[in-house]
Every structure is written in structure tokens, then in C-alpha cells.
């Protein structure tokens, strides 16, 4: 009797053991994004090692929250997508508080469930702005920003910048290397006469990415300093591309002569067989 009950005890305490040691391990990543006089993005991922492997997990609820002084203030709850991330905006820092010394701390938190064990990621940052601006020397066009600790109300020296073009696909660095600002907090990088731009109008972005202290702040700013692109339209050309009216005009006779050749040899074809008929 003493026998069997031991063994439903341990039963009972070693299944819920088993369990829990069948949950996978989440893996949740947080990047900070700035943007200057715009709004504050927090990207989340998140992903587990499964039959050795890494892969997205979609669907995992996540609640944002910040913390000062060692406690938590829930921001909102988001879930991520088919490919298992999520990104999260407020309008502003604003919104949330940094603790006595300007540092901020943004995070996730995953309660767990029946696959997954519980997870948390946060991001420390603190509040940087980018002056960027468009500066003409002559006759050349710079690109001038400028790296500031807003709590400190202070240059930023040795951090290093990227300037770059927007494209549709991949942006367009213009300067040959990340640049490092000096003892003032600046950069001045010369933009190429001969970049083509819609109108000759450019969408600069000025920004550091993945920093240490600050994470990733964006200015965006827009530069008519570009080549204009000349858009050579077929519209109302003879094309092979162009709509049926402006069709080659050797299409349109060649296609014509195909088609009364075509009825002339039916034409021809009927008549013999009425005289072949009547013979």
C-alpha cells in the first residue's frame, strides 16, 4: 500500500517537472528607433532554436511596458505577425518617463503558455537628437548635422554617422564610410552633383544605428540638389509597346496585306468550286 502511494506521488510531482521541461525557450528582440520630429518605434521579434533551428514564431502576445526606478508601467499589449514580429509606435518620448539621470527603458514581457516559456527583452537608451541640415560652400552642397544628448543639452563626440539617399530597394550611402563626429558633435559630408532624384529633389536620411547609449535616430530631410530624371514617355510614339492605334505603321501593313491575302485566296477558292460545281 506505502508502495503504491509513493509511486502516485511521484508521479505527480515529476509529470508537471516533465512538462515544463518540454517548453521551448523564446527568444525576444527589441530595437529602438527615433525619428526625428516623428515618432518613437520599438521592434519586436520573436523566435525560438527548434530541431536545431531557428525559426519566427507568430502569435505571441506581448505587453509593452517602461520602467523607471525598477517599476514597471504596462504601455499597451501587441501580438506578433505570420512572421513574428511586431513594432510598436508612440508619438513621442513624451509619453513615457526616463529615470534621474535621462535614461530610458523600454521592454516586452511574455507570460508564457503551453509551448513557450516566459520571456522578457528591454532596450536602455538615452534621448539623442540629429540637427541635420543643407549647407552650400562653394558652389558644392554639404550635408551638416549635428549629435546632442538632450538631458545633458550636450555634443556628442565619437559617434559614428551614416548619410545616406532613400531608394525603393536599398538606400544610398553618400558617404564612402560610417562618419565619426568630432569634439562638437558634427559631421559635414559633400553630396555628388550627379545622384538622380524625382525633380532633382533628394530624401536624405542622417542617422546612427544600433548605438550603445542612444540606439538608432533618423533625420529625414529633403535636398533639391539632385539630377533631375527625364522621364522619356512612348505614349504618343509608334511603338511596339504602345497601344493598337500607334502600332508600327510596317505592322499595320504587313498585318493588312496578311489579312486580304488571307480572304482573297477563300474568295478565289469558293468561285473554282461554284465553277467546278456548275461543270
Given at each position: 500500500?506505502?508502495?503504491?502511494?509513493?509511486?502516485?506521488?511521484?508521479?505527480?510531482?515529476?509529470?508537471?517537472?516533465?512538462?515544463?521541461?518540454?517548453?521551448?525557450?523564446?527568444?525576444?528582440?527589441?530595437?529602438?528607433?527615433?525619428?526625428?520630429?516623428?515618432?518613437?518605434?520599438?521592434?519586436?521579434?520573436?523566435?525560438?532554436?527548434?530541431?536545431?533551428?531557428?525559426?519566427?514564431?507568430?502569435?505571441?502576445?506581448?505587453?509593452?511596458?517602461?520602467?523607471?526606478?525598477g517599476e514597471e508601467f504596462p504601455l499597451a499589449e501587441v501580438a506578433t505577425g505570420p512572421d513574428g514580429s511586431v513594432r510598436y509606435t508612440l508619438e513621442?518620448?513624451?509619453?513615457?518617463r526616463p529615470d534621474s539621470t535621462g535614461l530610458y527603458i523600454l521592454g516586452a514581457s511574455f507570460g508564457g503558455n503551453d509551448s513557450f516559456r516566459r520571456a522578457s527583452r528591454s532596450v536602455e537608451f538615452r534621448d539623442a537628437a540629429i540637427d541635420a541640415r543643407l549647407e552650400q560652400r562653394d558652389s558644392l552642397s554639404y550635408i551638416a548635422a549635428t549629435l546632442k544628448d538632450v538631458a545633458l543639452d550636450s555634443s556628442v563626440a565619437d559617434a559614428l554617422i551614416r548619410v545616406q539617399v532613400k531608394r525603393m530597394f536599398k538606400p544610398l550611402r553618400i558617404s564612402e564610410d560610417l562618419m565619426m563626429t568630432d569634439a562638437d558633435g558634427s559631421i559635414l559630408v559633400e553630396i555628388p552633383p550627379d545622384i538622380p532624384g524625382k525633380n532633382g529633389m533628394l530624401d536624405i536620411e542622417v542617422l546612427i544605428e544600433d548605438n550603445g547609449t542612444y540606439g538608432t535616430v533618423k533625420s529625414e530631410l529633403q535636398a533639391p540638389v539632385g539630377t533631375p530624371i527625364v522621364v522619356e514617355s512612348t505614349w504618343d510614339q509608334r511603338a511596339l509597346w504602345a497601344r493598337g492605334s500607334k502600332a508600327p505603321i510596317f505592322i499595320l501593313v504587313?498585318?493588312?496585306?496578311?489579312v486580304i491575302g488571307s480572304w482573297g485566296l477563300i474568295a478565289y477558292l469558293i468561285v473554282n468550286l461554284f465553277k467546278i460545281a456548275k461543270s
Open positions: 500500500g506505502f508502495r503504491v502511494f509513493w509511486l502516485v506521488l511521484a508521479t505527480m510531482v515529476l509529470l508537471p517537472a516533465t512538462a515544463q521541461e518540454k517548453k521551448e525557450r523564446l527568444r525576444i528582440r527589441a530595437v529602438y528607433t527615433k525619428v526625428m520630429n516623428g515618432p518613437v518605434h520599438l521592434d519586436l521579434s520573436t523566435s525560438a532554436r527548434i530541431d536545431r533551428a531557428n525559426v519566427d514564431v507568430p502569435n505571441i502576445p506581448l505587453e509593452i511596458y517602461y520602467e523607471v526606478a513621442s518620448l513624451g509619453e513615457i504587313f498585318t493588312g496585306v496578311l
